[in-house]
């Protein structure tokens, strides 16, 4: 659930944080300094116990817990994007006359809500699409053209997990034979195609060329990278490839090295944008759970109000499609298994929490205690746990 900044902001009740000691500075929060005895009212008035959803240090958080799953399972096997599409009959259905989709960011966000909750369903669990899921992580971020789209992180297990002989079998990046799959061949050439008319207008051109690297090479068959995600098989018509033609476009004919991969069982459930990657190297997978979870667009200026909720709430933009999203109480991130977050710090410089109504009270031993300094007594008083790292203490 959102943290409900404005009354949080007005309520008597504020939870303080602050360490224990010193001052903690972290990317998005300065918290005043403190001593031994009192905390200071400016932290109270400063600082929140509940991280906003969606903010940086929330993101930060979700990321952090997907490295754990990369500690304890490896390199994720597949990234996977999903757009929506609001030309999907379910949203087209629903509208009144002379409506467009985008008059019913409500619609949007109930049909994409669904389809997201199909997409796990059918991709997660002993028999998901591609294997054995062990584990997943997913985000949901918003255009600024209010369309919502999904990225998600799939682990599988080590008997399904792809080798290089299975690429091609679950990621394809050419136009379809149009003669022996009409269907896929004018979906892929609907929902796949990247970069044919990309230029300094375009909301990829970065520095002189699309920051995709579109078009892509022509490559006879799919290889492992070193630094990147594979790179797939992408045929030209002297390769035996095959030519498509987009409505309105005839005059410009469209070759597979526009195509952005993707799975062919997905696309043609889901009849929308669906980006499928499979994470072949470290590097590659770094760059996957970043991008996952580098969280909503931002623009740094500068407010005349001192307090941090004041500055979040004036600087955060959120379209109309997040807004139903966040009324209606869907989930924008979603992870499993679960992940317990262990606490780190230097000693004596540990979070503490009080009400402002008790600041004055100082600190006593239950409210410094921590997952760490618990750590640290019971390896005083018994030898097994000190065999053990601290992530592995159940």
């Known amino acids: 659930m959102p943290v409900r900044l ?6 008597g009740n ?38 906003p959803l969606g903010g940086p240090r929330y993101m930060m958080e979700r990321c952090q817990d997907s490295m754990m799953y990369a500690r304890k399972y490896g390199n994720a096997s597949f990234f996977i994007t999903m757009t929506c599409n609001p030309n999907w009959s379910k949203i087209r259905q629903s509208l009144f006359h002379n409506q467009q989709p985008c008059d019913r960011p409500d619609l949007i966000a109930r049909v994409f809500d669904l389809k997201k909750k199909l997409f796990i369903k059918y991709v997660t669990g002993p028999n998901g699409l591609f294997g054995n899921s062990i584990a997943f992580v997913f985000t949901v971020e918003y255009q600024k053209r209010c369309l919502p789209h999904l990225h998600c992180l799939l682990w599988l297990d080590e008997a399904t997990k ?24 004018e979906l892929v050439l609907k929902h796949t195609i990247h970069g044919l008319f990309c230029n300094h207008t375009s909301p990829c051109w970065k520095k002189g060329a699309c920051s995709k690297k579109f078009p892509k090479p022509f490559i006879a068959s799919t290889r492992c990278a070193h630094n990147s995600n594979a790179l797939y098989r992408r045929r030209s018509p002297d390769m035996g490839g095959f030519l498509g033609h987009q409505e309105g476009r005839q005059h ?47 623009a740094s200026f500068k407010v ?20 139903v999203d966040l009324i209606l109480g869907f989930l924008t991130h979603e992870r499993h298994p679960a992940v317990f977050r262990l606490q780190e710090h230097l000693p004596e410089q540990q979070r503490v929490f009080i009400r402002p109504d008790a600041a004055e009270q100082g ?9 760490l300094t618990e750590f640290m007594a019971l390896c005083s008083q018994e030898p097994f746990p000190r065999t053990l790292y601290y992530a592995d203490v159940p």
């Open 304 to 323: 005349n109000r001192d307090d941090k909720i004041s500055q979040y709430l004036t600087g955060r933009y959120i379209g109309p499609s997040e807004a």
């Open 6 to 11: 404005n009354a949080t902001t007005k309520s």
């Open 252 to 298: 410009r004919p469209i070759t597979s090295d526009c195509v952005v991969p993707y799975n062919a069982q997905l696309l043609k459930l889901f009849k929308c944008h669906i980006n499928v990657e499979i994470c072949s190297s470290i590097k590659s997978f770094k760059y996957d759970i970043k991008y996952t979870m580098k969280g909503n667009d931002q």
């Open 14 to 51: 504020l939870l303080a944080k602050d360490t224990f000691q010193f001052s903690k500075v972290e990317h998005d929060c300065v918290t005043p300094e403190v001593g031994h005895e009192s905390v200071s009212l400016e932290a109270v008035n400063e600082s929140v116990m509940h991280h």
């Open 162 to 185: 792809p080798g290089p002989n299975d690429f091609d079998r679950f990621v394809q990046a050419e136009i379809p034979d149009p003669q022996v799959a009409p269907e896929l061949h």
């Open 363 to 371: 600190t006593n031993d239950a409210m410094t205690r921590t997952t």
